[in-house]
């Protein structure tokens, strides 16, 4: 893909159907606003005290700013494969290179802040790191690893503090017997 194919596609998201079968291309921050069917990807990493890596994103962000969540989510570009925009992404959002198994997908839909509504066929990605995250900030406010229990204990005490597709994709990992 030559830069001004990366560029020009840099805001777009790729409208899928319900079986993730591509359908076309909007500029992000619309398809957000529509609440219209594209495809994403949350990546989940534990580092070698089966601690989760959570990110707090950034207060400027265009929906959720300051919720926490998992080390990494977005969307892959027009021509991109989700494997590689996840990977991609790590790397730009807290500097981290690490290899990604693909996991499992799902679909939801929910109204966010901002007038925005999240639809997404979401491809969920795990991994390994023990490193410190150089992050962007950016996209990060704040990062740090947490043990599953007391992540468990503040998702039932404070759910709020967390994003929607967080608390879906975590209770499918944790459902998983391989998952740490």
Same mark, same amino acid.
């Given at each position: ?12 998201? $790729? ?21 219209? &069917? ?20 950034? &207060?400027?962000? /265009? ?23 996840a &990977? ?7 500097? $981290? ?9 799902? &679909? ?5 802040? %901002? ?28 990062? %740090? ?11 039932? %005490?404070?759910p709020?503090? /967390?994003?929607?597709?967080?608390? $879906?994709?975590y ?8 998952? /740490?």
């Open positions: 893909m030559t830069e001004a194919h990366k560029n020009s596609n840099a805001d777009q998201v $790729i409208l899928v159907d319900s079986s993730d079968q591509q359908l076309g291309e909007m500029e992000k921050l619309e398809a957000h606003r529509q609440g219209k &069917l594209h495809r994403a990807f949350s990546v989940f990493l534990l580092n070698n005290n089966n601690e989760m890596l959570l990110q707090q994103r950034a &207060l400027g962000k /265009y929906h959720s700013g300051g919720l926490w969540t998992n080390a990494c989510c977005s969307h892959p570009r027009p021509g991109e494969s989700t494997d590689d925009a &990977l991609r992404r790590l790397r730009e959002e807290l500097g $981290i290179s690490c290899p990604l198994t693909m996991s499992f997908s799902f &679909l939801y839909h929910v109204s966010l802040d %901002k007038g925005m509504f999240e639809h997404e066929y979401d491809h969920v990605y795990t991994g390994r790191f023990s490193g410190t995250p150089d992050v962007n900030p950016d996209e990060v406010a704040d990062w %740090k690893f947490m043990s599953l229990e007391s992540l468990d204990l503040d998702l039932q %005490k404070r709020h503090l /967390y994003t929607h597709w967080f608390h $879906i994709a209770r499918r990992l944790r459902e998983l017997p391989d998952f /740490y």
